[in-house]
C-alpha cells in the first residue's frame, strides 16, 4: 500500500493506484497506523473501487503501474496493455513484457521504491515520504533481525540512507513495535474479516487454493464458534478448493512460531495438498502433524519459521503445475502379464474376491 502511495507521488511530481478496495481499509491496521503516524487522512486515499479502469483504458488515459506485484490478476487480465512498468520483489511470473521490469529479491518492495526516490527526487524525501517507506521496510523486514530470514544487503542499505537523508524519523524499535502491533491487532474481527485481512490465491486449469495469512495461533482462530462452517462459506464464496491458513505469533522473547492448516471439504484435495507441502524441499517448511478437532482441517507445526507466505505461493504453484503434467499411466494390455507381477505366478481361486483382485490388478 505505501509502495504505491509513495510511487504514485514521485511519477506525479517527476513525471507529469492501488489495489485495495476501500472497504479493506480496516484489515490493513498497520498500514493504517502508519497513515496515522505521519499525519495522512484516509479520506485522502483513491481507491480501486472508486475507478473505473476500463473506461480510462478505452479512452486512452490508463497507465499501469504495478508495485509488490508483477502480474496483474486474471480478472484484470485484459488491462496488460496498459502497464508500463513493474517494480517488485518477488518471483517473476511475467511470461513476456514490453515494458520496464524491476524485480529484485528484497525484503521489502518498499526498498526497492526508496532507492527510486533516493536517486530520482531525494528533495521528496520529507519526514512523511520518508517515515512511510521506513516503517514499511522495517515491518517487512521484521525490524531488519535476520533471524527472520527476510533483510538484504540492499534493504540495510537503503534503510541507512534513510536515517542520514531524514534527520526526522522515528527511532527504529519504537517504530517496528507500534506497527508490529497495530498489525497484529484483529481484535474486533470476526472469522470472515481474519480470512481477508492477509489474502493470497494461485489458481491452475483444475484446482484454486487461497492462503490466509492469520495473525494468532492457529488453535485460537480454529476454537471460534463454527469456524469450519465459516471456512466452509468463505471458501465456497472465493471459490477456492482449499484454504491454507498460515498462522503466525510470537513467543515472550519474540520467537516467531508458524503454524499451517490445510482446509476443504474434499478429502483427497486435503490430503493431496498436505502432502505436497510436507515433503517440499524448496524450501522445507519441517511440517510436523498436530492434533485438529476439525475433520475437514489437517494441522501442523512449521519448523522453518522464515518460510513466509512469499517463500510458500511458489510452492503451490509448482503443485499446482504438477497437476496440470500428470499423465494417466495407460492400461496394461489384456493378454500381457508383467514378470514379477502378483499375477504372474496365479493366484488361488479361492482367494479371489473383488477387493483382492482390485488390490492385485493395482498392484
Not at 511470461?95 to 531525494?122: I, K, Y
Not at 466452509?232 to 503454524?259: C, H, K, N, V
Request: proline share 6%; glycine share 4%.
Amino acid at each position: 500500500m505505501v509502495c504505491a502511495l509513495v510511487y504514485a507521488y514521485f511519477l506525479h511530481k517527476v513525471w507529469e493506484i492501488n489495489h485495495t478496495q476501500r472497504y479493506e481499509l480496516v484489515l490493513r491496521s498497520d498500514s493504517v497506523a502508519l497513515l496515522s503516524k505521519t499525519g495522512l487522512s484516509p479520506d485522502l486515499l483513491l481507491f480501486r473501487d472508486q475507478l473505473d479502469l476500463r473506461d480510462l483504458q478505452r479512452r486512452g488515459g490508463l497507465r499501469l503501474t504495478l508495485v509488490d506485484h508483477n502480474v496483474l490478476p486474471d480478472s484484470d487480465s485484459d488491462l496488460e496493455g496498459a502497464v508500463v512498468e513493474v517494480i517488485d520483489h518477488h518471483k517473476l511470473e511475467r511470461v513476456t513484457s514490453c515494458c520496464p521490469v524491476a524485480v529484485e529479491p528484497v525484503g521489502s518492495c518498499a526498498t526497492l521504491v526508496a532507492e527510486r526516490v533516493l536517486q530520482g527526487a531525494p528533495q521528496l524525501l520529507d519526514s512523511v515520504v520518508g517515515t512511510l517507506l521506513y516503517g514499511t521496510v522495517l515491518v517487512d523486514c521484521v525490524d531488519m533481525s535476520p533471524d527472520a530470514g527476510k533483510v538484504t544487503p540492499k534493504d540495510s542499505e537503503v534503510l541507512l540512507k534513510l536515517e542520514a537523508s531524514v534527520q526526522t524519523l522515528p527511532q527504529r524499535s519504537e517504530l517496528f513495535k507500534e506497527l508490529q502491533l497495530a498489525k497484529f491487532d484483529v481484535s474486533g474481527l470476526d472469522s470472515e474479516q481474519m480470512l481477508m485481512k492477509d489474502l493470497k490465491s494461485v489458481s491452475g486449469p483444475d484446482m484454486s487454493l487461497g492462503i490466509s495469512v492469520l495473525y494468532l495461533p492457529l488453535q485460537d482462530f480454529l476454537v471460534r464458534p463454527g469456524v469450519e462452517a465459516e471456512l466452509s462459506a468463505f471458501s465456497q464464496t472465493m471459490g477456492y478448493d482449499s484454504l491454507l491458513l498460515m498462522s503466525i505469533s510470537f513467543t515472550e522473547s519474540q520467537q516467531p512460531i508458524r503454524e499451517l492448516g490445510v482446509f476443504s471439504l474434499r478429502q483427497p484435495i486435503r490430503e493431496q495438498v498436505s502432502l505436497y507441502l510436507e515433503h517440499a524441499h524448496n524450501p522445507n517448511l519441517e511440517l510436523r502433524p498436530i492434533s485438529c478437532s476439525h475433520p475437514h482441517v489437517s494441522a501442523f507445526h512449521q519448523g522453518n519459521t522464515a518460510a513466509s507466505r512469499k517463500k510458500l505461493l511458489p510452492l503451490l504453484k509448482d503443485f499446482l503445475l504438477t497437476l496440470e503434467q500428470d499423465v494417466a499411466v495407460p492400461p496394461t494390455p489384456v493378454n500381457s502379464l508383467i514378470e514379477g507381477c502378483p499375477l504372474d505366478q496365479g493366484l488361488d481361486l479361492q482367494d479371489i474376491n473383488p477387493e483382492v483382485l482390485y488390490i492385485q490388478v493395482c498392484a
